[in-house]
């Protein structure tokens, strides 16, 4: 209730500020089950994305939003609830087959699940590989997964912890659903390992063809981690944030 009553007025103070855009709705199905997977590059993106699209769209979040207990905190867990933001522990085992179950609830009732394949936001703008659960949901579901990329969010993001700036204008592209089945059935007689991977390598393509990200072959956690690391205790990784990684030429 708070999603349909909050948007509009979410998205007419994010029209007049910021003005974002987008094309390539027409991919997305009217009705029935669909996996919107995007790049992910600011915070903005689970507004600006969501709330340009007709459909609702319920995405999954990390379950540090909403384990706060100040008042502030509280507050800000419910709002996320109220907007269809879905708690997820990123911890690993049976943690993220809830995670999955939650995902493929969503599916089942005929809605459309947001999902980052990252798993996190990228901490220098390029397009990191992308986690397997974007795989698992399409293969269970069935649901056809709309490739989405994010332009601009993170150089008007960048240097900011929450609201970002003006310009330059935050665009979403939405491509045409990726071939799901195709992809299985070359991978005929693998192990489900090797299906998920895949899938999910199919899907990071599919997001790149529409941002033009640099690929990188590591998690994006892995990097901030990393990265944390070396700040804590003053050392550098070089000019790359992503030092060590291997750019794909050909991915929470």
Not at 99 to 115: C, F, T, Y
Request: net charge positive.
């Amino acid at each position: 209730m708070l999603y349909e009553i909050a948007k509009p007025v979410v998205m007419g103070v994010v029209r007049l500020l910021w003005n974002p855009t987008i094309s390539g709705t027409e991919h997305i199905p009217p009705q029935g089950p669909v996996i919107l997977a995007s790049n992910h590059l600011a915070y903005s993106d689970t507004v600006f994305l969501p709330g340009q699209v007709r459909r609702s769209v319920n995405f999954l979040g990390k379950s540090d939003i909403f384990t706060g207990r100040t008042l502030h905190a509280r507050a800000a867990g419910a709002v996320m609830r109220g907007l269809h933001v879905m708690p997820v522990d990123r911890s690993g085992g049976s943690a993220s087959r809830g995670a999955i179950d939650a995902g493929l609830a969503v599916l089942a009732r005929g809605e459309v699940l947001g999902i980052y394949p990252e798993g996190t936001r990228s901490p220098d703008g390029r397009l990191y590989r992308g986690r397997t659960g974007v795989a698992r949901f399409a293969l269970a579901s069935g649901a056809p997964v709309i490739p989405v990329a994010m332009r601009g969010a993170h150089e008007a993001q960048q240097g900011r912890r929450y609201l970002p700036r003006r310009h330059p204008r935050i665009h979403a592209v939405l491509g045409p659903a990726v071939d799901v089945s195709a992809v299985a059935a070359r991978c005929e007689g693998a192990d489900e390992a090797t299906l998920l991977r895949e899938v999910t390598e199919a899907v990071m393509e599919a997001i790149q063809a529409l941002s033009g990200q640099e690929r990188v072959d590591e998690y994006a956690s892995v990097v901030k981690q990393r990265l944390r690391e070396e700040s804590r205790h003053g050392t550098h990784g070089g000019d790359d944030a992503g030092a060590g990684h291997r750019t794909l030429g050909g991915t929470s």
